[in-house]
């Protein structure tokens, strides 16, 4: 497998017309599918991030030894959509407030988790978590980790595009929501 690193990328517009987004929201297929869908976004990787063994495989990281979580990788035009707006669709796609644990899927590799790329998207998440737990959107506290980008392993290639390859799969997501304006 590739290895994704944050400092083998490009993440600023003025160096490329792509930035990178790396988030974990429960079950990978489903967050895949959702932000595939987002015009502006222009291509995704599901993967693990947030551990420690390197190159893990699909069932390390199940084995929750690895500390790793299900992830996704977005690569975005921000003149298209914005990292503030990615984080958005983020917190209206999944629970936030469910801990190691998204629909029926439960154990630490489930996890909600923002990989910032730099201070930007740091403060920019913290600000909008910060929004939602003072407008009371959600009634237990939002528990979504923030951390530093840590390098991302591509999963197998049977979980990329899982959704699209296999219609009727399971997912956590309620895919129809991409299709909606945000509305915070």
Wanted: hydrophobic share 30%.
């Amino acid at each position: 497998m590739s290895l994704f690193s944050p400092q083998d990328t490009p993440m600023k517009a003025e160096t490329d017309s792509k930035q990178i987004a790396i988030f974990a929201a429960g079950c990978f297929w489903g967050t895949e599918e959702y932000f595939r869908r987002l015009p502006g976004v222009l291509s995704t990787t599901v993967g693990y991030c947030g551990g420690t063994t390197p190159d893990p495989t699909y069932e390390q990281v199940c084995s929750g030894t690895t500390g790793h979580a299900e992830s996704l990788r977005i690569e975005f035009d921000p003149t298209e959509i914005s990292y503030d707006q990615l984080v958005r669709h983020f917190f209206r796609m999944h629970d936030p407030t469910q801990r190691n644990r998204q629909g029926a899927d439960f154990g630490t590799q489930y996890r909600s988790v923002i990989f910032y790329q730099d201070d930007e998207q740091r403060i920019i998440a913290e600000k909008i978590i910060a929004e939602l737990s003072a407008s009371k959107k959600y009634s237990k506290p939002i528990v979504t980790e923030v951390m530093p980008a840590m390098p991302f392993y591509p999963a197998e290639e049977y979980h990329q595009n899982y959704l699209r390859k296999n219609p009727g799969g399971y997912c956590h997501v309620d895919l129809s929501l991409a299709a909606k304006p945000l509305d915070y």
